[in-house]
């Protein structure tokens, strides 16, 4: 199994940066595909960003594309989420997760393993 633990969340204006960092540890890091989820308030768990085991794939929700950047450094076991142009709907428990196999709809399906989350509100 992998443990993973989130940090760099915070409070930050609209239009700012923040990056959040997942730091992992068990098993071999770069067997693992990992993501980023994030839930609002009243609002279901959504798909952030995924990464493949050295980071050859990537994809993003709709919703972050172009202002969100996920990677990873499997030498420091530990994966970034990037997030610029930070918008008061990006408020939300962000969630690092991890899955041995690599999908195309975690969207839909999630991932095996999950982070406790870090809060990020975006003030307008």
């Known amino acids: 199994q992998v443990q993973l633990v989130e940090s760099g969340g915070g409070l930050v204006q609209a239009g700012g940066s923040l990056r959040l960092s997942c730091a992992a540890s068990?098993?071999?890091?770069?067997?693992?595909?990992m993501g980023w989820f994030r839930q609002a308030p009243g609002k279901e768990r959504e798909f952030v960003a995924a990464i493949s085991y050295h980071g050859g794939s990537i994809y993003y929700a709709d919703s972050v594309k172009g202002r969100f950047t996920i990677s990873r450094d499997n030498a420091k076991n530990t994966m970034y989420l990037r997030m610029n142009s930070l918008k008061p709907e990006d408020t939300a428990v962000y969630y690092c997760a991890a899955d041995p196999i690599w999908y195309s709809d975690y969207d839909v399906r999630g991932m095996d393993y999950w982070g406790k989350g870090t809060l990020v509100t975006v003030s307008s």
């Open positions: 068990g098993r071999t890091f770069s067997s693992y595909v």
